[in-house]
């Protein structure tokens, strides 16, 4: 008998955000184009010299992160409405999630 792999469950759960009142869903699941997006983006982290730099990319890879679903967050909004710590949890809570949906061995 053959194993089944159900991979609707890879793209069904969402995450969502609160920030100020508001709840921001994004899905668990960003398409491969904005892995690589993100991907470049942390790469150049790396090798930017000044912490200004590292922010406004921090930034970037948030707005990207929280454009998924149905609202479109600008770099400037993030800027404006996140602390570096809600950046980073963001981020986290990401990968987490991403992490988490890779190991399931359904």
């Known amino acids: 008998m053959s194993k089944i792999y159900d991979l ?3 793209v069904e759960e969402s995450i969502t955000f609160k920030i100020g009142g508001e709840d921001i869903e994004i899905p668990s699941s ?4 904005l892995v690589i997006k ?3 983006l942390e790469e150049k982290m790396k090798s930017v010299e000044t912490p200004e730099e590292q922010m406004s990319l921090l ?15 600008t770099k400037k909004f993030i800027q404006d409405k996140f602390s570096m710590s809600q950046q980073r949890k963001v ?3 990401f990968k ?7 190991e399931d061995p359904n």
């Open 96 to 102: 987490s999630t991403m992490q988490g949906i890779e």
């Open 8 to 10: 609707d469950l890879l």
């Open 59 to 73: 930034a970037e890879i948030v707005a990207l992160l929280l454009s998924q679903g149905e609202r479109k967050v």
């Open 38 to 40: 993100i991907m470049k």
């Open 91 to 93: 981020v986290d809570v």
């Open 30 to 33: 960003p398409s491969t184009a």
